[in-house]
């Protein structure tokens, strides 16, 4: 682009407060997990004193913006979007170096024991590390009065709306094996004053120790937010749009959630039988009569460390896919409803949600609007300046030439991306995915329209070439005539199967057109087309430009990895992947890296700083 847009617009939309505070120009930025990241002096995985160096990495290749993913307490079940507390940090994330008011000195022979057994920068984080620190944790608890603390007091005080709960909640939870709080005694599961009072007086210690652990944990981040602000860098946290069934939230304001039901997502192209995800959807009329303070409480306590927020699934503020809990597992989300259900309520619902969180919160709020979404959304964010977010590989001419879009007809309120951590990142999407077809939606198309996918795959496909569940086509089904030969059907018929046809035959020449690549070997990620594919997006009109931080280090030569494998999430599976990558490199060897200049120079050269 010659030249960038101008975003002056946005001073005149509701978020007006919030743009101004940051700073309204063409930012760059990371998206990374903290458990992915590591550095010399971490235990086991990334630490909050880790994003001291991603400030100086940002900084080395300019850069002002770390997206964090959510880094809310998960317990042992280590989901980032299905935890324990909106509030509450996980305790994975300290540095027992770094606590405030101990003396750990006693205690170092046992640290390195812990950094010697799980030590950062396996391929992969062993979750185990987090019962190693708690026990060493409640050790150094022990050997200190932390009632005396300087802070700690204040810290309870400013919080009391949920660090009380939040710890009641995680006692009694450990005093019960672990059982969800439905399955807790009477008393107990429906929080009978007189119960939780002599819970309270029997396991005094226990609760004001992950009050404790909330503090330290406070501290550490409020240190690393200050170390960015210095930088100029700013952070942005991931607000999971729901919470844990099995939450301290729920527990807590149980008349604040709809507990007959669960939240999903209704039948799609790629779900047949729609989602269900488990955690109860929120009761906004009670939520109402509570004068929003659980709304407003979360969004106060997150400010403490951002300065931006991502909204998960923003579309679930307008409308919810809610599924009775009598229906059988197995349906999925098929016999469910939206909620509201009235369609013609869902704008005003989402636009006075958002204009609550707008006006309760210095953090600007950035959302997730993905998938299938009503166009109210759309015109309520664009409206009140909420960026949405862009996809490189989804930015096309749909319905038409199916042709990637040029830089600058991306929205400028929005921000750019690669990928996001629930997809596969650059390389990996280029090695399989670009040019494919998924094999299970195209079966079920096929299968709806009475058409043998198993005869014709072969004939359709290189299965040789084929991996993950992506179909490559034969190079000689070269027409849609072609297509419809082997399908034996009309174009009025099988309009759902070239649709696909038409959307990945020609994908993997059309980028290689839209990136000034055409001569490029198609076969090959090369540095020139990760270098090229990063300067696009970057070039885009989006006022933020935010890339995974793989498919930055992809462009470094010795970044060797499996590119399928070096993914965050693969949606809709429960896998030992899931949430566990570990870069291949230290952050102290990332910050010297060659490429970080390479960055610097796409940066500057898109406006971007």
């Not at 699934?313 to 409803?337: C, D, K, M, Q, Y």
């Not at 309760?360 to 166009?375: I, R």
């Not at 793989?550 to 993914?567: C, K, S």
């Amino acid at each position: 682009m010659t030249s960038f847009p101008n975003y002056t617009y946005l001073l005149s939309t509701i978020t007006a407060d919030q743009w101004k505070r940051i700073g309204i120009h063409r930012r760059a930025g990371v998206v990374v997990p903290l458990f992915s990241v590591y550095s010399a002096k971490s235990t086991g995985i990334g630490e909050l004193p880790d994003i001291h160096l991603l400030v100086d990495w940002c900084k080395a290749c300019g850069m002002s913006i770390i997206q964090l993913l959510p880094m809310n307490d998960t317990g042992f079940d280590f989901r980032p979007y299905d935890a324990q507390s909106m509030f509450a940090l996980d305790p994975l994330y300290l540095r027992l170096e770094k606590l405030k008011g101990a003396d750990i000195k006693p205690f170092l022979p046992r640290l390195l024991e812990i950094k010697d057994k799980f030590p950062a920068g396996r391929p992969r984080v062993d979750y185990q590390i987090k019962k190693a620190k708690l026990d060493l944790l409640w050790d150094i608890f022990s050997s200190i009065s932390p009632e005396g603390a300087d802070g700690f007091g204040s810290f309870l005080k400013d919080n009391a709306f949920w660090i009380e709960d939040y710890a009641l909640f995680k006692v009694i939870k450990e005093r019960n094996g672990g059982m969800g709080w439905e399955g807790w005694p009477e008393d107990l599961k429906n929080r009978g004053k007189t119960a939780l009072q002599a819970f309270r007086e029997a396991y005094r210690q226990n609760i004001l120790f992950h009050q404790w652990l909330q503090w330290q944990l406070f501290e550490q981040f409020r240190d690393a937010r200050s170390y960015a602000q210095k930088n100029n860098v700013l952070l942005m946290g991931d607000i999971p749009f729901l919470v844990s069934r099995d939450s301290a939230d729920v527990w807590s304001h149980q008349d604040c959630f709809k507990l007959d039901l669960s939240s999903g997502a209704p039948p799609d192209l790629l779900y047949s039988k729609g989602q269900r995800w488990g955690m109860p959807p929120f009761n906004w009329d009670r939520i109402a009569h509570h004068r929003y303070d659980y709304v407003i409480e979360k969004l106060k306590y997150a400010q403490n460390f951002y300065d931006l927020y991502r909204i998960d699934h923003v579309v679930g503020i307008f409308r919810v896919w809610t599924i009775p809990l009598s229906e059988p597992p197995e349906n999925g989300g098929l016999n469910g409803a939206f909620d509201p259900a009235d369609e013609n309520t869902w704008e005003k619902h989402g636009k006075d949600l958002l204009t609550l969180m707008v006006k309760h919160s210095s953090m600007l709020a950035c959302a997730e609007d993905l998938g299938t979404v009503p166009n109210c959304c759309f015109k309520v964010l664009n409206e009140m300046g909420i960026p949405g977010i862009d996809v490189q590989r989804w930015m096309r001419e749909w319905g038409k030439s199916y042709a990637f879009k040029s830089p600058e007809d991306y929205r400028k309120c929005a921000l750019a991306t690669i990928a996001t951590h629930d997809m596969s990142n650059l390389c990996a999407w280029w090695d399989f995915e670009c040019g494919t077809v998924d094999e299970a939606l195209f079966r079920r198309n096929c299968e709806k329209k009475n058409i043998a996918f198993d005869r014709i795959k072969e004939t359709l496909f290189d299965t040789a070439a084929s991996r993950h569940g992506r179909l490559r086509w034969k190079q000689e089904i070269d027409t849609e005539e072609k297509l419809l030969g082997v399908l034996e059907t009309t174009p009025s018929e099988a309009w759902a199967l070239l649709d696909m046809y038409r959307g990945s035959f020609k994908e993997k020449r059309q980028f290689l057109q839209f990136l000034d690549l055409e001569k490029e070997n198609p076969d090959s990620c090369s540095t020139t087309f990760i270098k090229n594919a990063l300067t696009k997006i970057q070039e885009s009109a989006c006022i933020f430009g935010i890339q995974l931080i793989q498919d930055y280090l992809d462009l470094d030569q010795l970044y060797e990895v499996d590119p399928w494998e070096n993914r965050i999430n693969f949606p809709g599976t429960l896998s030992e992947k899931n949430w566990t990558l570990v870069l291949p490199l230290s952050l102290d060897d990332i910050l010297a890296l060659p490429i970080n200049s390479v960055l610097k120079s796409i940066n500057e050269a898109c406006g971007r700083r």
